[in-house]
């Protein structure tokens, strides 16, 4: 049983202990995302080292104010991406 099999919501579990988990190639990398602020469809740079669910500050980079990006991988290696603004 890995680190993984345990993981409850908000846990974050760097990818390097869940190698018999999932495939790090098939992990989502980037992801379009719509500004909360002027709208603007805007594709980021997501890092799938940051584990499984993460949680930073990013700025637009149409308009510059400030988002709460929220990403969070399933099992499948697909990343589930929300902003709200702050």
């Known amino acids: 049983m890995t680190e993984a099999d345990d993981l409850q919501a908000g ?6 202990d ?10 989502d990398r980037e ?8 709208g603007e469809m805007v594709e ?9 669910t993460q949680e930073y500050v990013q700025d637009c980079e149409v308009c510059c ?6 990403v ?7 990343a589930e991406v929300w902003v709200e603004a702050i």
């Open 11 to 16: 846990d974050s579990v760097p990818w390097s």
């Open 18 to 27: 869940q190698s018999d988990w999932l495939d790090a190639s098939a992990l």
């Open 31 to 38: 992801a379009e995302v719509s500004c909360p602020h002027c």
């Open 44 to 52: 980021i740079a997501i890092d799938p080292g940051g584990g499984v």
């Open 65 to 70: 104010r400030p988002w709460q990006v929220q």
């Open 72 to 78: 969070h991988y399933g099992t499948t290696g697909s």
